[in-house]
């Protein structure tokens, strides 16, 4: 195996579990729990447990991509001569943003969690719109792995 299939491999296995861990919440935890009268602190133990495992995937995604790259063009100093190199300079600026909705998200959660205030009114807009938006961002970024790695850039 090759130092890039390898590096490929566990960005993507870690991509996974980004994109899903985001779906999880949602799609299986929300609607088990609709009708429980412990949902906020299941949620908010949730939220707490995949924030700790978030950060940890989402620095090894920039490991792991950073590594491919390397591995691949040789030098960084491609990302701005290539069109390769400017798709991955515009995926990692997307990165930034979809990481800085993340600590948005996380940021608020924590706050109220704090506060222990989770009126809808106060928390539940502002939850949905940075979550959404983080997860509008990841699967762009999962759009770009894909043209990168099917040489469409």
Not at 63 to 79: D, E, N, P, Q, R
Not at 138 to 153: C, D, E, K, Y
Request: hydrophobic letters at 55%; aromatic letters at 14%; zero cysteines.
């Amino acid at each position: 195996m090759t130092a890039f299939a390898l590096f490929k491999y566990l960005h993507l296995l870690l991509i996974s579990l980004w994109v899903g861990g985001q779906l999880f919440l949602p799609l299986v935890i929300l609607p088990v729990l609709k009708n429980s009268s412990d949902r906020e602190n299941i949620i908010i133990k949730a939220g707490i447990r995949f924030r700790k495992v978030g950060h940890v995937v989402l620095a090894m995604i920039i490991i792991t991509g950073l590594a491919m790259y390397y591995v691949k063009m040789g030098s960084f100093s491609t990302l701005f001569q290539t069109a390769y190199g400017k798709t991955v300079l515009t995926k990692l600026i997307l990165f930034v943003l979809m990481w800085l909705a993340n600590n948005y998200h996380e940021k608020y959660m924590l706050n109220a969690i704090e506060k222990d205030d989770f009126s809808y009114k106060n928390i539940k807009l502002r939850a949905k719109i940075s979550g959404y938006v983080t997860f509008l961002l990841s699967l762009i970024l999962v759009w770009f792995g894909v043209m990168l790695s099917t040489g469409m850039f």
